[in-house]
């Protein structure tokens, strides 16, 4: 069973930056693809980012060109800058392998000032 673990969210300015962190754990292969998605209140959840095992990256119009996903194994980081209100959300990391998604518990990312 894979496990899935995210740190890094809480409370930034405007124009701020953020580095969000997931680690997924309980099997020995590399995961197929890790993404990170975001859940704003009344809407649904959406994809951010994601990146496939050999580096492969998609990234949602919203925040193309101020985030960044990068992976070491089946760990996934997520870069934000210049942070926008809209950008605030619950995150939550994706580990997707052999089509099962394994979702961690999700953290919060505020933007205000």
């Known amino acids: 069973q894979v496990q899935v673990v995210e740190s890094g969210g809480g409370l930034v300015q405007p124009g701020g930056s953020l580095r969000l962190s997931c680690a997924a754990s309980?099997?020995?292969?590399?995961?197929?693809?890790m993404g990170w998605y975001r859940q704003a209140p009344g809407k649904e959840r959406e994809l951010v980012a994601s990146?496939?095992?050999?580096?492969t990256t998609n990234y949602a119009e919203a925040v193309k060109g101020r985030f960044t996903i990068s992976r070491a194994k089946n760990t996934v980081y997520l870069e934000m800058n210049s942070l926008k209100p809209e950008d605030t959300a619950v995150y939550y990391c994706d580990a997707y392998r052999r089509t099962t998604h394994y979702w961690g518990q999700g953290t919060q990312v505020t933007v205000s000032s």
């Open positions: 990146i496939t095992g050999n580096g």
């Open positions: 309980g099997t020995i292969f590399i995961i197929d693809v």
